[in-house]
């Protein structure tokens, strides 16, 4: 009667161990589904980042003793918009020619931005403590212009 007593608590506490082992072995399938989440997660959480740190909001309370730090994200902010617009630029070509002087007109009008910012920051660097406020504004000015460029040429390609 122990004996039983004994064997049938065995049992029975031993059943729930066995259902959970058994119920949680994954799937070749459904670890590789996960990992792919995971990949996708960090991509998304990098473009993510990425696009926070590529605003001037991020770089507008940069003091004259980081001007280095400044100049080096202003020049990642704007390349990234030059990859960002040649990729646009590659669309143009699958696009009706009826719309082609705007796009090319918003193109000659990026680049013109492009070339100004470029010549704002190349002023920058020559910039003192007393002008440096003067310069940094200079180029926030021209870092809208170019922005706004872009989503003319973002706008050409979507219509």
Known sequence: MKTSR???L???GLSPLA???S???KTDSSSTAVETVKADSKAVAADVKASVIDT???VKDYTYEKRADFSADMDRMAGRLDDKTSELKAKFA???AATAKDREDAMKEYDAARADLKSKLSDL???TADTWADSKASVAESWKRLRAAYE???ADVAS
Request: proline share 4%; glycine share 4%; charged share 15%.
């Open 6 to 8: 004994i064997v049938l």
């Open 152 to 154: 003319k040429v973002k």
């Open 56 to 58: 001037w909001d991020s």
């Open 10 to 12: 065995l049992a029975a």
């Open 125 to 127: 660097s020559k910039a």
């Open 19 to 21: 259902l959970l082992v």
């Open 94 to 96: 699958s696009l009706p």
């Open 23 to 25: 119920g949680c072995s």
